[in-house]
């Protein structure tokens, strides 16, 4: 069975967590003490309704406040695929919670209230899926039974988003979905309310989206975590490097470039635990022996020869500040870069992103938690980086605040 | 294409050996429970031909299914690891905890002391521990490198965003990390995972005859430790486990399962969730967020 890992975004009463309670009660996968312990505790707050929020919120204060904290996990399958849904709540720290559960999602589901049609936010949850890669899009338009499940709003409401897309054009590909998220028009089960849509449910639309993460066709990218040596008789010689593939594939008898020492090998053999393995492939962990005694070690990169990056001391990413200690200019922090940890300071800011034009702007001013910037990078030694549109893993690092310990930012890596 | 295990065997993996490699002193927190050798398993995987690099670690409440303990033992042995057994019966003994009296008596709580008093004695600086994500609410917003304070505890309100696999293990002294390889994986991902590499469990988890008492609805194990109430009574039935842990807080399921595709089919289409017969989870709605601040697994 296949894995599909998508988000859901949307505004706040959009019905985000009552797509989700749909989703997950019509693929039968809540279970009847789950909907005990929800039904008990909605009735105590005083509602009539049984509330499917209390589903995925799952803290004290949460409960307590009615809020969503941060990204919730929530997993369901039916016979077709298995699905990891990553719930990013919708209030003021969006960006950072949408920005986390995306970069591991292949796909994204937006919410519209079919009553609001575009606003906003959606502008924003598009924009922060095309950053961050994700070329599937699925639009679900919400409350359609409360605009008389009408075709004309359907369709200004995707004239509308097309317009959207001008400025994502990493999104490769959407699906419009009309919805009732209450009553379950479409989500599961076709509706009987919407004749003139002759689409898929919205179900049917995440077993069948094709997975395209642009990693997994790129050159080979295997990024050492661990050198393993037995050093007990049966394996005297054994030295496995022990790590995962961040892109492409590689076969046994592939010639490889070692970085940053720029040495060349060949790969003599591949294994996962007891198993010898013939290929390995994006995202797979393998352990991966070489033909000749080289210097690898924990932060080596091994890909295929000719396609190695060079190695750079300044970057240009896209930040996104993820502390509420915000990210200082010209202070060193830990950047960690697969395997790798070097110190590196931001140097230059070159703009601002306006969340809500999309426009870029005047660069000045503090950053702060949520702020999404171009800078320039420098760094205390040379990386070896590609372009996070073509490969996430090494397109891709994290700042470390050397006091507070914190994950205070991420990059993306730009020309 | 890679099957949903081959990417959760994959992700699973690499945290493993994350751990081994950003901390001096890690181990690996376990139970005897299927999630633990399913972990156990993965780090064999993770690290072979090598030794697992790093010491097993069970919070023993003396309160055991033998068949736990038995197969605990051999594991150990076939994987040639070391074993810290952290005992809570030394707890009671020398004063550090009180044993709770009377109907319903656990000692699952008190682990939370053995727990933090093992780490300290050990100097831990990273735990495995074989948490899901899809086990309870609290654990839902748990992440794969957890953070816990000099006093073990969880602050789930500021926990450290993780992106694309890049988990930031970097801490002050004293502070440890709990590491959960396993966050993205069902009961239905674990069973499967089991049949497919052909990985040994404890007979617990198969049908078997066994004397139990019922008490609010779930069916528990009896065993010389436990206090019945009035009107309870001791009965055979054919049951198994469907989550191993302290004997006197492990809910039973009534089933006839006695194959791995029986007990697959029994996950795939039951109506109640795992740890829906633990009586520790079942004492407040918040219960696992509670202990888990507190320091437990």
């Known amino acids: ?415 | 294409m890679l099957t949903h295990l081959q990417e959760l065997e994959a992700e699973a993996i690499y945290v493993i050996r994350e751990l081994a490699a950003q901390f001096e002193r890690p181990g690996l927190l376990f139970s005897g429970g299927k999630d633990s050798i399913v972990m156990a398993n993965l780090a064999r995987t993770a690290f072979y031909p090598q030794a697992i690099p790093f010491p097993f670690v069970h919070i023993d409440t003396g309160h055991n299914f033998p068949e736990t303990i038995e197969f605990r033992d051999s594991l150990v042995k076939r994987l040639g690891v070391k074993l810290i057994v952290g005992s809570v019966q030394e707890s009671i003994d020398t004063g550090r905890v009180r044993e709770e009296k009377g109907i319903g008596a656990s000692r699952n709580r008190l682990q939370t002391v053995t727990l933090i008093d093992t780490i300290r004695k050990n100097k831990f600086d990273a735990l495995l521990g074989g948490g899901r994500r899809d086990e309870e609410k609290a654990r839902a917003k748990e992440r794969f490198f957890s953070l816990r304070n000099v006093f073990s505890e969880w602050d789930p309100k500021n926990q450290r965003p993780e992106l694309f696999g890049l988990y930031n293990g970097h801490k002050d002294r004293g502070e440890h990390f709990r590491v959960f390889p396993l966050s993205n994986w069902t009961e239905l991902d674990v069973w499967q995972y089991i049949k497919e590499k052909g990985i040994d469990v404890p007979s617990l988890y198969f049908s078997h005859e066994r004397e139990v008492y019922e008490r609010d609805g779930a069916v528990l194990a009896w065993s010389p430790v436990v206090q019945l109430a009035p009107g309870e009574t001791v009965k055979k039935m054919r049951v198994r486990c469907r989550t191993v842990g302290d004997i006197t807080c492990t809910g039973l399921t009534v089933s006839d399962a006695s194959t791995l595709d029986d007990i697959i089919r029994e996950v795939a289409s039951t109506h109640v969730t795992e740890r829906g017969g633990r009586a520790d989870d079942r004492r407040s709605e918040t219960a696992m967020e509670d202990r888990k601040k507190a320091g437990y697994f």
């Not at chain 1, 970085?259 to 393998?286: F, H, M």
């Not at chain 1, 690092?397 to 914190?406: A, H, S």
């Open chain 1, 1 to 415: 069975m296949e894995l599909l890992r998508f988000i859901t975004a949307g505004s706040v009463d959009d019905g985000k967590s009552t797509l989700i309670g749909r989703l997950l009660y019509d693929t039968k996968s809540i279970f009847d003490d789950q909907l005990q312990a929800i039904e008990e505790a909605s009735s105590r707050n005083g509602s009539d309704e049984v509330n499917l929020a209390l589903l995925t919120d799952g803290l004290r204060a949460e409960r307590e406040q009615g809020i969503t904290i941060d990204v919730a996990y929530r997993y369901f399958s039916t016979p077709k695929r298995k699905f990891i849904i990553a719930d990013a709540p919708g209030h003021i720290e969006y960006t950072r919670n949408m920005i986390t559960g995306a970069s591991t999602s292949d796909a994204a589901v937006i919410l519209i209230d079919a009553r609001n049609g575009v606003v906003e936010q959606t502008r924003r949850h598009t924009y922060l899926a095309g950053l961050l890669g994700l070329s599937e899009v699925l639009v679900a338009v919400n409350k359609m039974d409360l605009v008389d499940f009408s075709e004309k709003v359907f369709n200004d409401i995707k004239d509308e988003y097309q317009k959207i897309l001008e400025k994502t054009p990493q999104i490769a590909h959407v699906s419009f979905i009309p919805i009732s998220a209450k009553n379950g028009d479409n989500v599961v089960k076709k509706s009987d309310a919407m004749p003139w849509y002759k689409g898929d449910t919205l179900l049917g639309t995440l077993e069948n989206v094709q997975i395209r993460d642009s990693s997994a066709s790129r050159p080979f990218r295997y990024d050492v975590q661990y050198v393993i040596r037995p050093q007990n008789d049966e394996f005297h010689d054994y030295r496995g490097y022990a790590g995962r593939v961040l892109g492409g594939s590689a076969k046994v008898g592939d010639e490889v470039e070692i970085l940053p020492s720029r040495t060349k090998s060949r790969i003599k053999s591949i294994n996962l635990g007891e198993e010898e393995l013939q290929s390995v492939e994006y995202p797979l962990s393998a352990s991966i022996q070489l033909e000749d005694d080289v210097d690898v070690s924990r932060g080596s990169l091994i890909v295929s020869a000719g396609s190695a990056p060079e190695g750079t001391r300044s970057i240009s990413a896209v930040l996104c500040v993820l502390s509420s200690n915000g990210l200082k200019e010209g202070v060193p922090y830990f950047v960690r870069h697969g395997s790798t940890e070097v110190q590196g300071m931001v140097n230059e800011v070159t703009y601002r992103l306006d969340i809500n034009t999309l426009e870029k702007g005047d660069p000045s001013g503090d950053l702060k938690m949520n702020d999404i910037v171009g800078a320039d990078i420098v760094l205390s030694d040379e990386l070896f980086c590609d372009l996070f549109t073509e490969c996430k893993g090494t397109g891709s690092f994290i700042l470390i605040d050397e006091n507070t310990n914190e994950t205070a930012a991420v990059g993306l890596i730009g020309e």
